[in-house]
């Protein structure tokens, strides 16, 4: 049987909300006489916070409402590839704090990591939201990146935090129903083989090759 403390850790790595797992923590300390409404607000809301990221990580703004998916278990295991392989290359061990957010023992080094499957059009073939949760979590640490992760792809790439701040003025944005803004940021390719990050707001298109991580071994 699981204990408090145990359930409220694995919520906790399930949902990148900190109200909800506010209210997690809230809910295991002691009190008199359960309250049942409560513990089914919690619920709902760290489901909800997880089929949010499901849906932003995985679909395109063109595709919302289909909703197109990608086994889970491959998308999380492609995802600590990445980080795996990221955290070789800077030297440093990387464990999971939420489901797409990690950091080192000190918290100094900090890493969201995003996956996207692939679209099949060369003008926007990889998606991928960022939010502003995501940069207060980067915004802490003293070396972060955004991290995209591509399905197919044995590379990842981690863009360090002041490269993706420089260009906020240069990325469409979307308002979610509850008023929450993100931003887009696509990637594709050009010359037919090249990736590279498009800014359709500046015409400007940054390749993605700088910022490249292999996740061949020993590369």
């Known amino acids: 049987m699981l204990t408090g403390s145990r359930i409220f850790y694995a919520l906790k790595k399930k949902s990148n909300a900190d109200t909800t797992v506010g209210q997690i923590k809230e809910l295991l300390q002691p009190f008199e006489y359960t309250k049942i409404d409560k513990i089914i607000d919690v619920i709902f809301a760290t489901a909800e916070d997880v089929e949010t990221e499901e849906i932003e990580e995985e679909t395109s703004q063109a595709e919302a409402r289909t909703q197109i998916r990608t086994n889970r278990e491959l998308l999380n295991a492609k995802r600590q590839s990445a980080v795996d392989s990221l955290s070789i290359q800077l030297g440093v061990a990387l464990r ?124």
């Open 96 to 219: 999971r704090h939420r489901q797409t957010l990690f950091w080192n023992a000190d918290k100094s080094v900090r890493v969201c990591a995003v996956v996207s499957k692939r679209y099949e059009r060369d003008y926007q073939p990889y998606w991928y939201a960022y939010h502003l949760t995501w940069d207060e979590f980067l915004r802490g640490g003293e070396q972060s990146y955004f991290m995209l992760v591509c399905m197919d792809r044995q590379q990842a790439y981690a863009i360090p935090l002041n490269v993706v701040q420089a260009n906020f003025d240069n990325m469409n944005t979307s308002v979610r129903p509850d008023g929450r803004t993100y931003w887009h940021v696509a990637l594709g390719f050009v010359r037919g083989a090249e990736l590279v990050w498009n800014l359709s707001k500046a015409g400007k298109k940054i390749p993605m090759s700088e910022f490249a991580v292999s996740l061949e071994p020993n590369e």
